[in-house]
């Protein structure tokens, strides 16, 4: 099952896309109990709705951010389809455009003779139809990245509000969710450092450090 999940994650939405929706996704629900708790001080009778709040909140995020990103996507996409057609038909700097556009790709780190072969290459093709003179419409890759992002925002809700369900005195069961929120922002600025070729055990403190300070200082101050 966990394979499962890792190799969809990996099919379909980016290591850098995954971590920044870890972050929000923590921040949204550890706020939401905050704001909560200062507005009402939650009670026992209250715990079933700030739970389904939280997780109501996160829903609606996942749901915007992973519709709005995918969005974004296709406009990228169907920019470098128009791209391609506009140079293989001869458009005026489409040339120019295709040699810029690589350098958002792998081929980035080719020499610019290197890149004039690619584009060489995709320009010996067939113009085609003009792909701005269709809708873009979202395909099933883009469907499953914006499900992947939803599913990161809810199940990172589970981790922070079951101490809520588990630990009768309120008070310790939302700071028992504070430091779970500590302990994932530790493992996400490791994860981070991984990525960035950096020191893992230096940015999981420094991460996990921001998130205990800032987190009891809004607990004293009633959050």
């Known amino acids: 099952m966990l394979a ?35 507005e009402t001080e939650i009670t026992a009778d209250l715990v079933g709705e700030v739970i389904a709040i939280a997780f109501a909140v996160n829903i609606v995020w996942g749901v915007i951010d992973g519709v709005t990103v995918m969005l974004t996507n296709i406009i990228d996409r169907r920019r470098r389809e128009q791209i391609v057609h506009d140079l293989r038909a001869g458009v005026k700097n489409a040339r120019k455009r295709a040699m810029e556009a690589l350098d958002e790709t792998i081929a980035g780190v080719l020499s610019g003779a ?18 701005g003179r269709s809708p873009a419409r979202p395909t099933r890759a883009d469907w499953l990245y914006a499900l992947g992002i939803v599913l990161i925002d809810t199940a990172l809700v ?34 981070y450092a991984r990525n960035l070729n950096r020191r893992p055990a230096i940015a999981a403190l420094l991460l996990g450090g921001f998130g205990y300070a800032f987190f009891t200082a809004v607990y004293e101050a009633g959050w």
Not at 4 to 33: C, K, N, P, Q, T
Not at 114 to 131: E, Q, R
Not at 159 to 179: H, K, N
């Open 4 to 38: 499962r999940i890792r190799r969809f994650y990996s099919d379909h939405i980016s290591i850098g896309d995954r971590l920044g929706e870890a972050v929000y996704a923590v921040w949204m629900a550890v706020v939401s109990i905050g704001l909560i708790n200062s």
């Open 158 to 191: 589970v981790p922070l509000v079951l101490p809520l369900m588990l630990i009768d005195d309120i008070d310790t069961a939302i700071y028992v969710s504070r430091m779970i929120a500590v302990t994932i922002f530790a493992a996400l600025g490791a994860a």
């Open 114 to 131: 290197a890149k004039a072969n690619i584009v060489a290459a995709i320009a010996a093709g067939p113009a085609g139809p003009d792909p």
